[in-house]
């Protein structure tokens, strides 16, 4: 019959028994995380796989290139992350994002003075794939996203901001206060507006209108049609979407 | 070169606001620019080498009937003056308060010096006189570019020419359509 142990012997006791016990969580702990990293390393080594016998696939579906992206992003691979690497030289992705990122400059620059910096995400891909030509890769509007997402560390300012029921892109940094995006999302369907229409379906007051027609109009977003009987406000971003001259 | 087919108008010129002057001064700027460019695009393909102001802004050109809009005068005014400006049109009016007509350059009076003095030199005419009407109204230049050339242009685009010492002009006081030009 064991006795009770009392006092010191007691301490000594429970004191060996938790570094056991500690030692052996440790033990467990390390095979669990050997265990993880072998599955990582072989999922790693699967998803390389994967990618080599869908490289085709990958480089010239826009669909699928998507969901790899987010597979990829999911378990924190990113094929983005350098030019260099297993990535960029299986998939040829970094020159891919970056080659697109440089024709999305220059066509929102080569447009904004025709539409004060603001450009429907649909008409800026369409104008994209013009300057790509016929031959090029083919590129989806979640292409468009993601090179806009690497230019960010450039500093460009480009930002996606959602008017009405469309995606666009804005080139010039700048925040569209709650009333700005409310006019340019009623002049989305007609491109235009006129203070009456605004009127009507805000209820707000004519001065407050007035007001933000006049900094649309001070950041060249819309012109103004003085030959009607009522002004009406033009925006340029809605009337012109073919930008495959410029 | 007298082609008849119809001008064919950018797709601005179906855009409402494009015929009011806009008070946005860079977007003003932009405008008066595609103005320019239409106005050059227009005369050069209908051959239209003086513009009367009052005429033409009732003309297809200023007036899109299609839409109906119409770039008022004052604004025809200040896109032509940006285009004296830069030596592409020039008054003929020489008092600032009545100006009306102008002479639209869409090629500059270099550049139409260079192409009849190569003309010239094409059909080896060198050293033998021409009237100014025989070089720019008779079927001799028919198909040339500067055939049908407004009178005055052509003395500007000449003394362009007598200046490097490459033609001179032999006036005649009695009958200025009959003045002459030889070329060396």
């Not at chain 1, 429970?14 to 072989?42: C, D, P, T, W, Y």
């Not at chain 1, 969901?67 to 297993?86: E, H």
């Not at chain 2, 020039?90 to 009076?109: F, V």
Request: hydrophobic residues 40%; aromatic residues 10%.
């Amino acid at each position: 019959m064991s006795r009770r142990r009392v006092g010191l012997s007691r301490i000594h006791y429970e004191m060996s028994n938790k570094e056991h016990f500690r030692e052996i969580g440790n033990n467990i702990a390390a095979v669990e995380v050997e265990q993880l990293q072998n599955q990582l390393a072989v999922f790693k080594t699967n998803l390389e796989e994967f990618a080599q016998k869908h490289q085709k696939k990958i480089r010239s579906n826009p669909a699928f290139r998507t969901q790899f992206q987010k597979m990829c992003q999911q378990i924190g691979v990113d094929p983005l992350a350098s030019n260099k690497g297993f990535w960029a030289d299986l998939l040829g992705f970094g020159d891919f994002y970056y080659e697109l990122g440089i024709q999305i400059i220059e066509v929102c620059i080569n447009s904004r003075h025709i539409n004060g910096g603001l450009i429907a995400m649909d008409d800026l891909r369409r104008a994209v794939e013009v300057r790509r030509g016929a031959r090029a890769q083919e590129i989806n509007n979640d292409d468009i996203v993601q090179a806009i997402k690497n230019l960010a560390p450039l500093g460009s300012g480009f930002q996606i901001v959602e008017i009405g029921s469309q995606k666009m892109v804005q080139s010039i940094p700048r925040e569209f206060n709650t009333d700005q995006s409310r006019i340019l999302s009623i002049s989305q369907l007609t491109g235009f507006t006129t203070i009456t229409q605004v009127a009507n379906e805000t209820g707000w007051a004519p001065e407050r209108i007035v007001t933000i027609m006049d900094m649309l109009l001070r950041d060249g977003l819309c012109w103004i049609d003085l030959q009607h009987s009522e002004p009406q406000y033009w925006f340029p971003t809605y009337f012109f979407s073919e930008y495959s001259k410029i | 070169m007298d082609s008849p087919t119809s001008f064919q108008f950018p797709p601005v010129y179906d855009f409402p606001p494009f015929f009011t002057r806009q008070p946005t001064l860079s977007t003003w700027q932009d405008q008066a620019k595609q103005w320019q460019t239409l106005v050059l695009n227009y005369c050069r393909h209908q051959r239209q080498f003086r513009l009367t102001l009052s005429e033409a802004a009732n003309s297809e050109l200023f007036n899109n009937t299609a839409i109906g809009r119409k770039l008022p005068l004052a604004a025809i005014h200040e896109v032509i003056q940006l285009m004296v400006d830069q030596g592409r049109a020039e008054w003929l009016d020489d008092k600032k308060t009545s100006r009306n007509q102008c002479l639209i350059y869409w090629h500059s009076p270099e550049e139409w010096a260079d192409l009849i003095y190569q003309w010239i030199q094409d059909r080896a005419l060198n050293n033998s006189v021409l009237t100014l009407y025989e070089l720019t109204h008779d079927d001799l230049s028919q198909g040339a570019e500067f055939h049908g050339m407004d009178a005055l242009m052509l003395r500007r685009v000449l003394s362009t020419l007598v200046s490097k010492g490459k033609a001179q002009v032999f006036h005649n006081d009695e009958a200025a359509n009959e003045a002459g030009v030889k070329f060396f």
